[in-house]
């Protein structure tokens, strides 16, 4: 058996939306959830796709996120809102509040959307790329659980507060930058304690504040460390801006969504479009951006560099590889998928664990 058995994207993205719909989601939110874990899969974020499936369908089934919710709009204005998520799956209110935030930017500039009530929405460049096809730059941002230490802290006590840009290019693939305000996300430290891999000593302090190379230890109490005070200040603006500003849970505030399955997140998240063609004609803009690439990357190399790439480029690459080939799925994971599709009576893809392509018939 291989042990990343690799599935066409509209294979796994038909599983997840079933998985989706058996926990009791609508088809259009199964759609919109399934959307963001099958695109960070795509781009390589596999910290942030369908390894995080069984902890979303454990929020659902256990009562921490609302199967059915009502989004409504609390505040509204030609440039801004605020939302309120009625405890959907983050993802489902991040789409709503960027689709907006897009509208918006058509007849104002620029759309400021916020979000309250929510729950984890992944990984923020999937909203922030949005604005993208629309000829606009998109900026995602969200509080969310305190796993990380302050600077000069050895416990968590604020979230990694991550934040996303996202801008077109003419030639080029999108320039995004998507990052947690950590050394490393906390995701990508659960994907490395699944597959039974060490991580860098400077990534997380154990519970007893001290540095190690075990992701085990963040399950266990430990703390990420910050992207330096420059990150940690960012992560404050993050808490202020995504969860004072919105009204929504903060710090401590805010459980494990991953671990406290059953009950309410409550943070907040910001969506912001930018009308490119309010400020320069967008093909412009676009062969500029192209400019600016290329003279970045005509920097002259320091020894043992092949080349410097921009933000979001290598993830722009094996989005397009992917597409094409499919997308890989560590063993653990797949086996976690095989019994999520026991549990909820949906037929798992033959292709998931080749090995046992005669006894994948899930729905008994």
């Not at 939306?17 to 795509?42: K, M, N, P």
């Not at 050895?154 to 934040?163: L, Q, V």
């Not at 401590?252 to 399955?261: Q, R, V, Y």
């Amino acid at each position: 058996m291989s042990d990343h058995p690799t599935l066409p994207v509209a294979q796994l993205q038909a599983f997840v939306i079933a998985i989706f719909v058996a926990a009791g989601l609508s088809e259009a939110d199964a759609r919109t959830l399934a959307a963001s874990l099958i695109e960070a899969d795509l781009r390589g974020t596999h910290s942030h796709g369908v390894i995080r499936l069984p902890f979303l369908v454990d929020r659902l089934l256990e009562g921490g996120a609302n199967r059915q919710p009502d989004i409504r709009v609390v505040n509204d204005a030609p440039g801004t809102a605020l939302l309120d998520g009625d405890r959907a799956l983050g993802a489902i209110t991040a789409t709503r509040a960027m689709e907006m935030a897009i509208e918006k930017a058509r007849t104002q500039g620029i759309g400021f959307v916020t979000a309250r009530n929510s729950d984890f929405i992944g990984t923020c460049a999937h909203y922030a790329m949005k604005a993208l096809p629309h000829d606009m730059i998109g900026i995602a941002w969200t509080n969310g659980f305190p796993g990380m230490a302050p600077w000069g802290g050895r416990s968590n006590t604020i979230g990694n507060n991550p934040i996303a840009f996202a801008a077109p290019s003419l030639s080029h693939g999108p320039i995004v930058l998507d990052m947690a305000l950590s050394v490393a996300a906390g995701g990508r430290i659960r994907l490395a304690a699944k597959n039974g891999e060490k991580i860098p000593r400077d990534w997380l302090v154990d519970s007893g504040g001290q540095p190690t190379d075990d992701p085990q230890a963040l399950a266990a109490g430990g703390a990420l460390l910050p992207l330096g005070y420059k990150g940690y200040g960012l992560a404050v603006f993050g808490e202020i801006l995504c969860g004072v500003l919105t009204g929504s849970r903060i710090l401590g505030e805010i459980p494990a969504w991953f671990k406290d399955t059953g009950s309410a997140i409550g943070n907040g998240h910001l969506h912001i479009a930018i009308d490119i063609a309010r400020f320069v004609e967008p093909e412009a803009f676009k062969l500029r951006m192209d400019g600016l690439v290329s003279l970045l990357k005509a920097t002259p190399l320091m020894p043992e560099v092949r080349e410097i790439l921009l933000p979001g480029e290598r993830a722009w690459k094996t989005q397009q590889h992917q597409e094409k080939h499919g997308i890989p799925v560590p063993s653990p994971v797949a086996a976690d998928l095989m019994a999520l599709a026991r549990r909820l009576g949906v037929a798992a893809p033959a292709s998931l664990l080749p090995s046992f392509s005669d006894s994948l018939d899930c729905t008994t």
